[in-house]
T-cell receptor, first 112, second 115 residues
Framework: AQSVTQPDIHITVSEGASLELRCNYS??????LFWYVQSPGQGLQLLLK??????LVQGIKGFEAEFKRSQSSFNLRKPSVHWSDAAEYFC??????????FGQGTRLTINP | GAVVSQHPSWVICKSGTSVKIECRSLDFQATTMFWYRQFPKQSLMLMATSNEGSKATYEQGVEKDKFLINHASLTLSTLTVTSAHPEDSSFYICSASRELDNEQFFGPGTRLTVL
């Protein structure tokens, strides 16, 4: 069965520091992979997605992610975080046509 | 563009009553809408998939008689929690798949508390 694992429940980084959020997936075929951000009172917002092609994907808000098939990973990165990046981040894999299977989420806290 | 709204944003009800939650795509037509449930500090779990004009498809373990889904138009889907119990208390989130490119857009969620 398809599954997504985000090993880190909570990460704290200092403002201006680099960030990497980990995501590992289990999927039998070529996966469709997504990163979403959830802020209180707002719906999940798509940061970026990978369907095929270049394994380094650029997203919104300065985020990028790299698909590594050999490691079954799709880690999210940002070179310099801002206080406004504090939120919950979810990695997801598309199951079937559009069904999304989400990871457990990683809560990001930013220290001033 | 591509905004999805949910109403109400929060609701408190008594055990045994029914509660209806609306999900609307405000500026696009949604071929498919999805309903998720999110427990505190946990992930989103897909409950059901609905297509306009047809019966919803429920995920394994989701009681279709308890969680009634109606997708009457390309911009509106409703989830009715019938005979609610305290264990139904949760955060319910909908998403709408845009006909143009199948990208999903999420609503802000509805917090349900059953007393």
């Amino acid at each position: 069965a398809q599954s997504v694992t985000q090993p880190d429940i909570h990460i704290t980084v200092s403002e201006g520091a680099s960030l990497e959020l980990r995501c590992n997936y289990s999927y039998g075929a070529t996966p469709y992979l997504f990163w979403y951000v959830q802020s209180p009172g707002q719906g999940l917002q798509l940061l970026l997605k990978y369907f095929s092609g270049d394994t380094l994907v650029q997203g919104i808000k300065g985020f990028e992610a790299e698909f590594k098939r050999s490691q079954s990973s799709f880690n999210l990165r940002k070179p310099s975080v801002h206080w406004s990046d504090a939120a919950e981040y979810f990695c997801a894999v598309a199951k079937g046509a559009q069904k999304l299977v989400f990871g457990q989420g990683t809560r990001l806290t930013i220290n001033p | 563009g591509a905004v999805v709204s949910q109403h109400p944003s929060w609701v408190i009800c008594k055990s045994g009553t029914s509660v209806k939650i609306e999900c609307r795509s405000l500026d696009f037509q949604a071929t498919t809408m999805f309903w998720y449930r999110q427990f505190p500090k946990q992930s989103l779990m897909l409950m059901a998939t609905s297509n306009e004009g047809s019966k919803a498809t429920y995920e394994q373990g989701v009681e279709k008689d308890k969680f009634l889904i109606n997708h009457a138009s390309l911009t509106l889907s409703t989830l009715t929690v019938t005979s609610a119990h305290p264990e139904d208390s949760s955060f319910y989130i909908c998403s709408a798949s845009r006909e143009l490119d199948n990208e999903q857009f999420f609503g802000p969620g509805t917090r349900l508390t059953v007393l």
